[in-house]
């Protein structure tokens, strides 16, 4: 089993409007590509997990924020 584990996702019910400009930049700002995640950078990733190329990948923990939270 892998986990799919996204950062900052705009356009999200979740971040929704209730989130700042600060807080936004500040989230955005610790990425390394510059910019907020998106459902489709997630849904990818899922796509690819649930394709036979994943198919020798287990046990883990799959980053998708930009460079923000590197692997542990």
């Known amino acids: 089993m892998n986990v799919v584990a996204p950062g900052h996702v705009?356009?999200?019910?979740?971040?929704?409007?209730?989130?700042?400009?600060?807080?936004?930049?500040?989230?955005?700002g610790e990425t390394s590509n510059g910019r907020a995640g998106t459902p489709e950078d997630v849904a990818g990733t899922l796509h690819w997990l649930a394709s036979p190329a994943d198919g020798h990948i287990t046990s883990q923990i799959i980053q998708v924020n930009g460079g923000a939270e590197r692997g542990h």
Do not use: K, N, W, Y
């Not at 705009?10 to 955005?28: I, P, Q, W």
């Open 10 to 28: 705009e356009d999200t019910e979740f971040s929704g409007d209730a989130m700042g400009a600060e807080r936004r930049a500040r989230l955005v």
